[in-house]
Nanobody, 126 residues
Framework: QVQLVESGGGLVQPGGSLRLSCAAS????????IGWFRQAPGKEREGVSC????????YYADSAKGRFTISSDNAKNTVYLQMNSLKPEDTAVYYC???????????????????WGQGTQVTVSS
């Protein structure tokens, strides 16, 4: 059974950093593509970044480029999202999702992800 558990969210001031973790069980990272997504109040869930070990690809949304870094630790079966230079507009619940397909299409999370974690709240505020 595939399970994803996010952690690392919290309250941070603008310009600060957070590292989110997505611990996976029931599969190995080289068999699935893992994406990070976020959903702000009143908005649709959107793709932030995606990594596929089998394909050797990494993708970032324009809002994440230059500030966020996705990485994976196969030994820990965990995917990370390092978020720097955080802005108030980054405030959202962050989810990780997984699919047996590749990262292509992760910009449309509802049709892309086969599995979801429970989410972790990130609040950027002074």
């Amino acid at each position: 059974q595939v399970q994803l558990v996010e952690s690392g969210g919290g309250l941070v001031q603008p310009g600060g950093s957070l590292r989110l973790s997505c611990a996976a069980s029931g599969f190995t990272l080289d068999s699935l593509a893992i994406g990070w997504f976020r959903q702000a109040p009143g908005k649709e869930r959107e793709g932030v970044s995606c990594i596929s070990s089998s394909e050797g690809t990494i993708y970032y949304a324009d809002s994440a480029k230059g500030r966020f870094t996705i990485s994976s630790d196969n030994a820990k079966n965990t995917v990370y999202l390092q978020m720097n230079s955080l802005k108030p507009e980054d405030t959202a619940v962050y989810y990780c999702g997984a699919t047996i397909k590749y990262c292509s299409g992760y910009e449309h999370p509802s049709s892309w992800s086969d599995y979801w974690g429970q989410g972790t709240q990130v609040t950027v505020s002074s």
